[in-house]
C-alpha cells in the first residue's frame, strides 16, 4: 500500500518530465544564453554590446516603430476582438457559422497571410485598389509608402489576430452567469449599460490575459516586416525584432542581435509584470481563480 502511495505521488511528476525538459531547453536556455552573450564583449563581460546600441540611432528609431505599432495595434485587436467576442455570444440559431468564420484567419500562418495581402495590397495590380476606383477613390501606395505600410501591417496582423483572441474572450463570457443579465435586464438596465458595468468586470481576468498575451506577441512581430516590406520603406516598418533579425544574418553582429533581443526581453518582463498586477485584484493570489476568469498560456 505504501509503494502504491509514492507510485501516485510520483507519477504525475515523471509524466511532467519530458514537458518539462523540452521547455527548459527550447525556452529558458536560449533566454538564458541570449542574457549571457548580451554581456560578452570583446571576448569579457561587460555593458560593451549595450553601449553601443544606445548609441546607434537605428535601435532608437526600431524602438519608436515598435511602441507606435504596439499601442495602436493591441488596444484595436483587443476591442474588436471583443466587440465580435459579444456579437457571436448570442444564443442565436446558427451562430456557430459565424463563429467559424471568424476564427479561419487565426487558422492561417502569418507567412501566407503576409503574401495573399500583400498581392491585395499592391499598389498597381491589387484588388483594393480597384475596390477603391469603384468609389471613386484615387489609388494608394499602400505597402510602398512610407506613411502607409505600417499601418498595413497593422491591418494584416488585426485581420489574423481578431478571430484568435475572440475565441479567448468568449469563453470567458460563456462563464457569466445568464442570471446576473437576467437581472439587470428586469431592472432596466440596456445593452450598453450590462456590458460596461457587468459583463467587462466579469471578464476581467480574461480581457487581462489577452492584454498581456496579445501585446508579447505583437512586440516579438516580424514575419510581416521581413516578408513584405524588409522593414522599408525608409524603416518606417523595422521593429526591434527585425533589427534583430538583420543584426544577426545580415550584419552577422551578434553581439548587437543579442542585446537588441535582451531588450526585448526585459520589455515582455516588464509587460508579464503588469499581468500580474492586472490579475491580482485587491491582494488576491494570482492563482485563485474567479467566476469568469480565465488562466491559459500561448505557448
Given at each position: ?21 523540452l ?5 529558458i ?20 554590446n549595450?553601449s553601443t ?65 500583400n ?7 491589387g ?15 499602400f ?7 505600417i ?13 484568435y483572441?475572440?475565441?479567448f474572450?468568449l469563453a ?18 440596456g ?5 460596461l458595468?457587468?459583463?467587462i ?18 512586440l ?12 522599408g ?30 531588450v526585448l ?19 488576491e493570489?494570482?492563482g ?11 505557448v
Open positions: 500500500m505504501k509503494a502504491r502511495r509514492i507510485g501516485r505521488t510520483v507519477l504525475p511528476y515523471i509524466l511532467i518530465t519530458p514537458a518539462i525538459v521547455i527548459v531547453y527550447f525556452k536556455y536560449p533566454i538564458c544564453n541570449t542574457f549571457l552573450d548580451s554581456l560578452t564583449y570583446d571576448g569579457s563581460l561587460s555593458l560593451g549595450f546600441l544606445f548609441g546607434d540611432k537605428y535601435f532608437w528609431d526600431s524602438l519608436l516603430v515598435t511602441v507606435k505599432f504596439n499601442l495602436i495595434l493591441t488596444p484595436l485587436q483587443i476591442f474588436l476582438a471583443l466587440l465580435v467576442s459579444l456579437l457571436v455570444n448570442a444564443d442565436v440559431r446558427g451562430i456557430g457559422a459565424f463563429r467559424t468564420i471568424f476564427y479561419l484567419p487565426a487558422t492561417m500562418s502569418t507567412a501566407v497571410a503576409a503574401i495573399i495581402w498581392t491585395m495590397l499592391n499598389p498597381n495590380s484588388v483594393i485598389n480597384s475596390l477603391l476606383g469603384m468609389l471613386q477613390i484615387p489609388p494608394q501606395p505597402l510602398t509608402s512610407s506613411s502607409q505600410a499601418y498595413c501591417i497593422m491591418l494584416i496582423t488585426t485581420w489574423i489576430g481578431v478571430g483572441w475572440m475565441m474572450l470567458g463570457l460563456k462563464n457569466v452567469d445568464r442570471a446576473v443579465y437576467e437581472s439587470a435586464r428586469v431592472d432596466g438596465a445593452w450598453l449599460t450590462i456590458t458595468k457587468i459583463t468586470p466579469m471578464i476581467r481576468r480574461t480581457l487581462a490575459f489577452v492584454l498581456i498575451a496579445d501585446t508579447t506577441i505583437n516579438l512581430m516580424f514575419a510581416p516586416m521581413q516578408i513584405i516590406t524588409s522593414g520603406p525608409q524603416r518606417s516598418t523595422a521593429v526591434l525584432m527585425y533589427e534583430a533579425y538583420k543584426s544577426y544574418f545580415l550584419y552577422v553582429d551578434k553581439g548587437r542581435g543579442d542585446a537588441i533581443v535582451a526581453l526585459l520589455i515582455i518582463a516588464f509587460v508579464c509584470a503588469v499581468q500580474f498586477l492586472l490579475i491580482n485584484d485587491r491582494g493570489k494570482p485563485k481563480a474567479g467566476k469568469g476568469g480565465a488562466g491559459c498560456e500561448k
